[in-house]
């Protein structure tokens, strides 16, 4: 069977908030604080079961999250020791015969500060969360992507680097959101450290395309 990888992400420290935000509508194994832990959205989809199944034998991850859509099947899975969830990572990678060269790129499609919002605007932010309340006066960082799964480590990177409040993020569908509010100067240096997360992905996307390409290449003069 030929698998498509739409998203391989490793996340080395699930911040606080982020962690109880998994925790708050999950429906599996609860993450701890400052876990370690594993996106990954393949298709076809329902094979995503298979590769849950991988990994929970393979390694002592616990799973959190299982999302299955029409096209892509979503996993989440976690583990205070990193080693255990990166080598639930290679055990899925191995079967499939997939790489990180092959994950999608990611894509924003919207990226944008709202500084300083009025108590309307505030209230609907808040009428529609699922983490903490937006008040009046704070900035808001709105990012959305394709993979939405991506999110999870822009969300946990903007956590680390600035004193900010996650209001809301969906890592999974056709495309993802996450909404972050804060002061202006905590919210700046929230957005630059999210979007440079996804720029990182994407370059080491491209560095795991050239060595393959590389070795592909010299393979066809090994002989």
């Known amino acids: 069977m030929e698998f498509e ?7 080395d420290s699930l911040q606080p908030q982020l962690a109880q935000f998994i925790a708050k509508d999950n429906r599996v194994y609860d993450p701890q604080e400052y876990d370690a832990a594993l996106f990954l959205e393949i298709a076809p989809a329902m094979e995503i079961h298979t590769m849950i199944d991988m990994a929970l034998k ?3 991850v616990r799973l959190g999250s299982v999302v299955t859509e029409r096209h892509f099947g979503l996993l989440e899975v976690h583990h205070e020791d990193q080693g255990e ?7 899925i990678l191995g079967a499939t015969n997939l790489n990180l060269g092959m994950r ?7 990226n944008k500060i709202i500084r300083g919002v009025e108590q309307d605007h505030a209230i609907s932010f808040t009428g529609t969360a699922k ?3 937006v008040l009046a006066g704070e900035s808001i960082f709105i990012l959305e992507t394709t993979p939405a799964a991506y999110l999870a480590i822009a969300c946990n990177e903007a956590l680390k680097a600035a004193e900010v409040k996650l209001i809301n993020i969906k890592p999974f569908g056709a495309s993802g959101r996450l909404i ?3 002061m202006e100067s ?16 994407n370059a080491e996307t491209q560095r795991e395309q050239g060595s393959q390409d590389t070795t ?5 003069y090994s002989g």
């Open 58 to 60: 393979a390694t002592k």
């Open 131 to 133: 983490g903490n309340m």
């Open 180 to 182: 972050i509010s804060g």
């Open 104 to 110: 999608a790129q990611v894509k924003l499609l919207t």
């Open 5 to 11: 990888l739409r998203t391989y992400t490793f996340i």
């Open 85 to 91: 969830v990166k080598e639930a990572g290679y055990s």
């Open 216 to 220: 592909h290449d010299e393979s066809q």
């Open 186 to 201: 905590e919210i700046d240096s929230a957005a630059d450290a999210a979007v440079r997360s996804m720029e990182l992905i």
